[in-house]
């Protein structure tokens, strides 16, 4: 198991350095299944489908140590518990009575004050269990339909955009959201979201989203010309001419620009774009 060590500025300047610094156990299953549900001469119709799980633990860590903080992520390295899991302060919404944000401590009690020690385990995750992905097929004397989807299930991820954008004051010269208009507390009795004006966000809980998704990753038509008329070209065995896109549409309920992403924290992230391209595939 690799991971940056820290270490004196005295080596090279640096102040960490990559090594093997524990060891850890992942335990899973693979699927995968396809079924041809119409199959004759002229017309044919696939649908296929894969699925997989993995849940890992950490066994050792480096010079003994049982725990390890990852600074400035949220999370932390500990033996017995899973890599990517996040370690932070557990938001608990807001005073109706006076607008000020409240947390649980670690203990479960609520508390308007923020302290570094009353971070938990949220029993939240950014490396996803569950991945996959399905698609179908359809072909009718030469032309082709194809669709593919993946997906990704109980993946959480930080929305550090979402820190700036509903700063409430912190960083008024960024643009910020049309939410401090409509779920910021404004007077007492509001059932808000987001504290009154002055009281600034924290990197606690109610910044980690599902990044969970369904996206169609591709979307294909084609035609494949008869190999009757190609014979008569004497040089070319096949043509094909395609039109195809990608990334076309995303199923989520993460409010950033795109859920699909390695990281723990989303900032400033450019999203995966959607494609649209066409084609000829020729074979002589």
Same mark, same amino acid.
């Given at each position: 198991?690799?991971?940056?060590?820290?270490?004196?500025?005295?080596?090279?300047?640096?102040?960490?350095?990559?090594?093997?610094?524990?060891?850890?156990?992942?335990?899973?299953?693979?699927?995968?299944?396809?079924?041809?549900?119409?199959?004759?001469?002229?017309?044919?119709?696939?649908?296929?489908?894969?699925?997989?799980?993995?849940?890992?633990?950490?066994?050792?860590?480096?010079?003994?140590?049982?725990?390890?903080?990852?600074?400035?992520?949220?999370?932390?390295?500990?033996?017995?518990?899973?890599?990517?899991?996040?370690?932070?302060?557990?938001?608990?919404?807001?005073?109706?009575?006076?607008?000020?944000?409240?947390?649980?401590?670690?203990?479960?009690?609520?508390?308007?004050?923020?302290?570094?020690?009353?971070?938990?385990?949220?029993?939240?995750?950014?490396?996803?269990?569950?991945?996959?992905?399905?698609?179908?097929?359809?072909?009718?004397?030469?032309?082709?339909?194809?669709?593919?989807?993946?997906?990704?299930?109980?993946?959480?991820? #930080?929305?550090?955009?979402?820190?700036?954008?509903? !700063? @409430?004051?912190?960083?008024?010269? $960024?643009?910020? &959201? +049309?939410?401090?208009?409509?779920?910021?507390?404004?007077?007492?009795?509001?059932?808000?979201?987001?504290?009154?004006?002055?009281?600034?966000?924290?990197?606690?809980?109610?910044?980690?989203?599902?990044?969970?998704?369904?996206?169609?990753?591709?979307?294909?038509?084609?035609?494949?010309?008869?190999?009757?008329?190609?014979?008569?070209?004497?040089?070319?065995?096949?043509?094909?001419?395609?039109?195809?896109?990608?990334?076309?549409?995303?199923?989520?309920? #993460?409010?950033?620009?795109?859920?699909?992403?390695? !990281? @723990?924290?989303?900032?400033?992230? $450019?999203?995966? &774009? +959607?494609?649209?391209?066409?084609?000829?595939?020729?074979?002589?």
């Amino acid at each position: 198991m690799l991971m940056l060590v820290p270490q004196s500025y005295v080596n090279n300047g640096f102040g960490t350095r990559w090594d093997n610094v524990g060891a850890m156990v992942n335990i899973g299953a693979e699927a995968s299944l396809s079924f041809d549900v119409i199959r004759t001469e002229s017309f044919s119709w696939n649908i296929n489908t894969n699925a997989s799980y993995n849940r890992n633990e950490i066994t050792e860590l480096y010079n003994g140590l049982n725990e390890y903080e990852m600074s400035g992520t949220s999370t932390k390295l500990a033996v017995g518990r899973p890599v990517g899991e996040f370690f932070i302060n557990k938001y608990a919404g807001v005073n109706p009575a006076n607008g000020d944000a409240l947390w649980y401590d670690k203990d479960g009690n609520i508390t308007n004050e923020f302290r570094e020690e009353d971070k938990v385990w949220i029993g939240k995750n950014f490396n996803a269990p569950w991945q996959g992905g399905f698609g179908t097929s359809l072909s009718y004397k030469g032309i082709a339909l194809s669709a593919n989807f993946s997906w990704v299930a109980d993946r959480w991820m #930080f929305n550090n955009d979402r820190f700036f954008e509903e !700063s @409430n004051g912190l960083y008024s010269a $960024y643009n910020q &959201s +049309r939410r401090l208009l409509y779920d910021r507390w404004k007077e007492p009795g509001d059932i808000a979201d987001i504290p009154r004006y002055g009281v600034t966000p924290q990197m606690d809980s109610r910044f980690l989203e599902d990044a969970s998704f369904i996206r169609l990753k591709n979307l294909m038509l084609s035609y494949d010309f008869p190999a009757k008329l190609l014979k008569k070209s004497r040089c070319i065995s096949r043509a094909r001419i395609y039109l195809q896109a990608q990334n076309l549409f995303t199923w989520t309920k #993460f409010s950033g620009l795109d859920p699909e992403s390695t !990281s @723990n924290i989303y900032q400033a992230q $450019y999203p995966m &774009s +959607r494609q649209f391209s066409c084609g000829v595939d020729i074979t002589f």
